[in-house]
């Protein structure tokens, strides 16, 4: 199922709303991934001014905006960071928790602002995300349970 106009708007929109009110969303990210993957914080003790954490947030927006428009790299991106990341040990499963991650921060960050169509559209994009997972992981014969 592909996005619709309106879905795709939603969550440009949402990203750029987010931005304003919270400058860079990076913080709070990895707060939330780390409170819910506490064993994801010891992969980023060498980042001592957080700028690979900045870094893999902007390649995960990159790619979000890539899926709401010309479909021209994220799945082989979503591949070569499923690749990078095995080798530091984070599963697949583990991977696609990101983008989801990303999801509640925003929504949280929004607050109220966050409505019910934003939620679906989000939604949507992140079962795109978790299939283009699920297949570039299978065709590399990379576990994913």
């Not at 990210?29 to 980023?44: D, G, S, T």
């Not at 001592?48 to 979000?64: F, I, N, P």
């Not at 995300?129 to 299978?138: F, N, R, T």
């Amino acid at each position: 199922m592909s996005l619709s106009e309106e879905q795709k708007q939603l969550i440009e929109s949402s990203i750029e709303r987010v931005a304003e009110v919270a400058g860079d969303p990076s913080p709070l990210v990895y707060e939330r991934l780390f409170a819910e993957q506490p064993e994801m914080k010891e992969l980023f003790l060498l980042d001592r001014d957080d700028s690979a954490k900045g870094h893999m947030l902007m390649e995960a927006l990159d790619c979000v905006f890539d899926l709401l428009g010309p479909r021209s790299y994220a799945p082989t991106l979503i591949q070569s960071e499923l690749t990078n990341h095995d080798g530091f040990g984070v599963p697949p499963r583990v991977f696609a928790t990101f983008f989801r991650v990303v999801k509640d921060c925003f929504a949280e960050v929004l607050g109220g602002e966050w409505n019910a169509e934003t939620d679906a559209a989000w939604n949507a994009l992140l079962a795109e995300i978790d299939g283009v997972i699920l297949q570039q992981a299978e065709k590399y014969g990379m576990a994913v349970n």
